[in-house]
């Protein structure tokens, strides 16, 4: 079966980094999206990766290595407004996404 | 602002009573989808219209029943609903099913209580 894991809950402070981690088992694969989610809001677009390596975008940056079915998100300069859920999802050989069950992030003082 | 629009953002309704939620969608998007997301689950996609036409059906149940006359508006009418079909309910639109790769945008959803 295809398969995303992350972390449920992770806890960090403000000003810090967290890495966000991404494992997955899919039927081939044609690309990793990362999508932010606050409560009772609509998840949002955050990156998108098909090619090895580290995409940076401002205080995101998104990171994939294929040959090990692996992902992470890695947040700089935390801020009390990226509390919040971050979903991982890939696109398997079919184009269909397969969506993680999220992690909810809390940023502490 | 997402460019994606849901009413009504809550909904309660008993076990026998018919309601319908609605999307709309302002991007210039072919592609529409209706997504159920419960706590702590991943999003389970529920049907895909690509241009009207709809190209997906995960197995939903049929007291779901999804409309879409037009690629911008996309609606899911419910009747004789069950408790576990208590969720947030969201809709997303894409610029279109041959560019999997473009990303979804998300409605902020209906927050669906089953009494």
């Known amino acids: 079966g295809q398969n995303i894991d992350q972390p449920t809950e992770m806890t960090a402070t403000e000003g810090a980094i967290v890495q966000i981690n991404c494992t997955y088992q899919t039927s081939g694969f044609n690309g990793l999206f990362w999508y932010q989610q606050h409560a009772g809001e609509a998840p949002t677009f955050l990156s998108y990766n098909v090619l090895d390596g580290l995409e940076e975008k401002g205080r995101f940056s998104s990171f994939l290595s294929r040959s090990k079915g692996y992902s992470y998100l890695l947040l700089k300069e935390l801020q009390m407004k990226d509390s919040a859920s971050y979903l991982c999802?890939?696109?398997?050989?079919?184009?269909?996404?397969?969506w993680g069950a999220g992690t909810k992030l809390i940023i502490k003082p | 602002e997402t460019g994606v629009t849901q009413t009504p953002r809550h909904l309660v309704m008993g076990m026998t009573n018919k309601k319908s939620l609605k999307c709309e969608q302002h991007?210039?998007?072919?592609?529409m989808y209706w997504y159920k997301q419960s706590a702590k689950k991943p999003l389970e996609l529920m049907f895909v219209y690509n241009f009207k036409e709809q190209t997906e059906n995960n197995s939903v149940p049929s007291r779901f029943s999804p409309e879409c006359p037009n690629s911008s508006h996309l609606f899911l009418h419910l009747h004789t609903l069950q408790p576990e079909d208590s969720a947030l309910y969201l809709c997303?639109?894409?610029?279109?099913?041959?560019?999997?790769?473009?990303?979804?945008?998300f409605g902020d959803g209906t927050r669906l209580s089953i009494l």
């Open positions: 991007l210039g998007h072919n592609a």
């Open positions: 997303a639109s894409s610029q279109g099913l041959g560019n999997r790769n473009q990303p979804q945008h």
């Open positions: 999802a890939v696109l398997d050989s079919n184009y269909q996404l397969i």
